[in-house]
């Protein structure tokens, strides 16, 4: 496949996306998923929140920052941009936990964990980001790998269409990065990495699975 095929997995598959993309396969697959919303649709409310705060809103504070002269470009960011970006966009994921930790009730286990291991996964990344220049796609896609994971433990449920879609998801993520020269392979392996035991770890030790 050519350089544009492979770019364009990268913006299919963005990181930012990942967090949306967790919360609607948890709201599809967690049975013991209950929200007492007042409205006939709790699931649309979850996940317009959960977009604006991990993708709009970390979207428009890359933009302020490129205003104000913090970082010198959003589509070809430097090693201090991606830091810097990374960091605000994790001020946004602490947002969104701390919304969901307050908010949302036991029987809404699965999201709040979900929101845990994202914050740590981003918080893990900016550190060892000080070190070397680890893939974030890598994180978000292992990320969604980890979740489907965790909620096969978690759920006792046989996921397996969920985590080849997964598995498949990783795959594509990892070769478009690798193809496109955005990174090498240890820092796709070490986003990988984060990404997945970040997830699956708050899973099975983060939840009470289901009897």
Not at 95 to 121: C, D, E, W
Request: glycine share 6%; charged share 10%.
């Amino acid at each position: 496949m050519g350089k544009k095929v492979w770019s364009a997995i990268s913006y299919v598959f963005h990181p930012a996306l990942m967090p949306a993309l967790g919360t609607f396969i948890i709201l599809w697959c967690d049975p013991n998923l209950y929200i007492p919303l007042d409205t006939d649709k709790p699931w649309l409310i979850i996940l317009s929140v959960v977009f604006i705060c991990t993708y709009l809103l970390p979207l428009v504070l890359s933009w302020m920052l490129l205003k104000l002269g913090r970082i010198s470009s959003i589509t070809h960011p430097s090693e201090n941009d991606r830091r810097v970006l990374l960091a605000f966009t994790a001020l946004c994921y602490i947002l969104v936990y701390y919304t969901f930790h307050k908010r949302m009730p036991p029987s809404a286990q699965s999201l709040n964990v979900f929101m845990l291991g994202i914050n740590i996964s981003i918080i893990s990344t900016l550190i060892i980001s000080l070190f070397t220049k680890v893939s974030f796609h890598s994180v978000g896609a292992g990320g969604l790998l980890g979740t489907v994971i965790g909620l096969m433990h978690y759920t006792h449920t046989s996921l397996y269409t969920w985590l080849l879609g997964a598995f498949a998801i990783v795959v594509l993520v990892g070769l478009a990065r690798y193809k496109s020269k955005a990174h090498d392979a240890f820092n796709i392996y070490i986003g990988l990495i984060i990404g997945i035991a970040a997830q699956a770890l708050v899973f099975f030790f983060g939840v009470t699975p289901l009897s």
